[in-house]
């Protein structure tokens, strides 16, 4: 008789931010870190508040903000508002570090998702799910970057 051992490792969660000036997307993976799931819209103006809540509650080992470029690799105006969120979150989580990561294309991607997905026009042009799925598409990208450097 043989004894079969399955060893799970359970990690910490990767969680992605699609920060905008009114609205924020936010992304998160399953323990394992293969899955992203989109979590949630948020006001701007509650995200820091949100995360002290979310890290109480669970484990999260690497957090990934979406990098606003344009085409020639240079910021965009959208940049400063991110730069100021990189800011207060290094203020209030000094422990934690911050990732960013490029998100060219996120929302017309997230729009076609939607498209393909056989939303109707007047749910895709919801906003705030498209700023969720935008945060999905920055984790699934982030993810398969982090897989392809292993």
Do not use: W
Not at 74 to 89: D, I, L, Y
Not at 103 to 122: N, P
Request: zero cysteines; hydrophobic letters at 40%; charged letters at 25%.
């Amino acid at each position: 008789m043989f004894n079969y051992y399955i060893f799970v490792v359970f990690m910490g969660r990767i969680l992605a931010i699609d920060y905008g000036r009114k609205r924020t997307g936010l992304a998160v993976t399953d323990p394992m870190q293969m899955i992203a799931t989109g979590l949630d819209t948020i006001p701007s103006h509650t995200v820091i508040d949100f995360l002290k809540a979310y890290f109480a509650k669970e484990q999260v080992d690497e957090v990934v903000v979406g990098y606003p470029l344009q085409m020639n690799n240079t910021p965009s105006e959208s940049v400063t508002f991110v730069n100021a969120f990189a800011k207060s979150f290094g203020k209030h989580f000094p422990d934690r570090v911050l990732q960013f990561a490029d998100e060219r294309f996120t929302s017309k991607m997230a729009f076609q998702a939607m498209i393909d997905g056989g939303l109707k026009k007047s749910r895709r042009q919801d906003k705030e799910l498209v700023d969720k799925i935008s945060a999905t598409i920055i984790l699934q990208s982030y993810l398969e970057l982090k897989q392809n450097k292993q």
